[in-house]
């Protein structure tokens, strides 16, 4: 029976060392924030082809305003990215700096089927290297370029999200041993934060290309006649936020003064078959931030919502003029209740 203990308690104090009860812990936040947690599901490494593992998806859809008003056919999807780190002996330091105008602009990233109508007409009319097969739409040039999505319409922007919208963010970044101790805080052959951060950004990049190609085979088979899949509403909004969530240390470092923190934005790019793709931001939140970070979310998708509601004849123009497109269909957005 003491062996049996001795075993268990070893094997309690190897999972702590681990990420495995910080991920609980997020599980349950968010969980009672009404979010659905998917754990350890995969994406493919863009750089490798090979499947790894993400330690949570979750998501969360808005179809009303902070005032209970319906803004359906438009309904607001986001899905947080999230992969946990922790480290009791290494303090995350951050080197930051003011932001620049165009550094925002990634930043959120989204998706809705004007957008992809648009970029997918357009890509196969000009590129040099056009996408396509059965599953890539094609309007014509003048309704492609007619066509405004949420983005142009600046209804989604650099500061939807408070968390996306911070004026600093940090570059690089150092992990630093806070005693004499042979565990660096690294569990590879590259430091812990470049492996987290190459892991949400490559399965937000996943997740997005996923999204992107089925909303091209939704709109491909609405140009041909087909109905909406069940559940789809073809004023979907898919909007993704990678974070790292970390327990330990975290500080950053700016005109030469250290400081804790308990969020840092971090801005960083996936290497991809030899040239550097635009990545969102990442989110590194600390693990007693958590709470309120998800809160602060939750109130910044109300606004948007509000903000769609307000918007709603312009928004409705443009899903008119894709819907005119359609072959067989009554091309009037559905009716407001």
């Not at 590259?190 to 951060?197: F, H, K, S, T, V």
Request: proline share 5%; charged share 25%.
């Amino acid at each position: 029976m003491e062996k049996e203990e001795g075993e268990l308690g070893f094997i309690a104090d190897q999972i702590e060392k681990t990420g495995y009860p910080l991920e609980m812990h997020a599980s349950e936040v968010l969980e009672k924030k009404d979010w659905n947690v998917l754990h350890s599901t995969f994406y493919r490494d863009s750089e490798t082809g090979i499947m790894r593992e993400i330690d949570i998806r979750a998501d969360k859809a808005v179809d009303r305003s902070a005032a209970g008003d319906t803004i359906r056919p438009y309904r607001l999807n986001l899905r947080l990215v999230i992969q946990c780190k922790k480290s009791d002996s290494v303090a995350w330091v951050f080197f930051v700096t003011k932001r620049k105008t165009e550094e925002m602009a990634t930043s959120p990233r989204f998706l809705d089927y004007l957008y992809v109508a648009k970029t997918s007409s357009l890509s196969r009319l000009y590129s040099p290297y056009p996408a396509t097969g059965p599953t890539v739409p094609t309007l014509s040039l003048g309704i492609a370029r007619s066509l405004k999505h949420v983005g142009d319409l600046k209804v989604v922007n650099p500061t939807t999200f408070r968390s996306l919208s911070a004026i600093e963010q940090a570059k690089t970044y150092k992990e630093i041993k806070m005693r004499k101790v042979q565990d660096s805080g690294a569990t590879g052959e590259y430091p812990a934060i470049y492996e987290a951060a190459m892991t949400v950004l490559k399965a937000t990049d996943f997740d997005f290309n996923n999204v992107y190609t089925t909303m091209q085979l939704v709109v491909n088979g609405r140009l041909s006649g087909m109905p909406l899949p069940p559940g789809i509403e073809i004023g979907d909004i898919q909007l993704y936020i990678p974070i790292i969530l970390f327990e330990g240390r975290l500080i950053t470092w700016q005109d030469g003064h250290l400081k804790k923190t308990d969020q840092v934005l971090l801005q960083s790019q996936v290497l991809s078959k030899g040239f550097f793709i635009p990545s969102p931001s990442i989110v590194v939140v600390q693990r007693d931030h958590l709470n309120d970070f998800l809160e602060s979310i939750d109130e910044d998708l109300l606004v948007l919502a509000d903000r769609i509601h307000k918007n709603r004849d312009t928004l409705d123009e443009q899903l008119r003029l894709l819907t005119q497109q359609f072959a067989g269909t009554d091309s009037t957005p559905p009716m407001r209740s």
